[in-house]
């Protein structure tokens, strides 16, 4: 139960910052993802042995791409929402009406 209250409010938090949060927050955040992702603690890695999924929340398609790439053997563990949609060199591409970030449709809502 403690692992289910814990993704709930994982996934809260994440919901509560989105996609339209201010760029230096979104930036935070990715980071935070993105060493998850990339270089996870012994005890992530334990929880993911476990089943835990984590839910990432508004990476860049450049990032998902690389995770592909580099973290395979771990992507039963990830689950990706809002996702950014990138240009070729991976930068966040702006909706031409309302200034912000296209995000991919991932189906959930």
């Keep these: 139960m403690k692992g289910i209250t814990a993704a709930v409010f994982t996934l809260t938090l994440l919901l509560y910052t989105g996609s339209h ?17 990339f270089n996870p603690v ?12 984590f839910i990432y929340d ?9 995770v592909l ?8 563990h990830m689950m990706f929402v809002r996702t950014v949609t990138t ?5 966040p ?3 031409r009406e309302t200034g ?4 991919d449709d991932d189906g959930c809502d």
Excluded: H, P, Y
Aim: overall charge negative.
């Design 93 to 95: 591409v702006l909706d």
């Design 69 to 76: 790439e580099e973290q395979f053997d771990r992507i039963e």
């Design 58 to 66: 508004s990476l860049k398609t450049s990032d998902i791409e690389r």
């Design 87 to 91: 240009d070729e060199e991976g930068n």
């Design 42 to 53: 012994e005890s992530q890695l334990r929880l993911e042995d476990k089943g835990r999924v």
């Design 21 to 37: 949060a201010l760029a230096g927050e979104l930036d935070s955040m990715r980071k935070w993802q993105i060493e998850l992702l």
């Design 100 to 103: 912000e970030f296209v995000v």
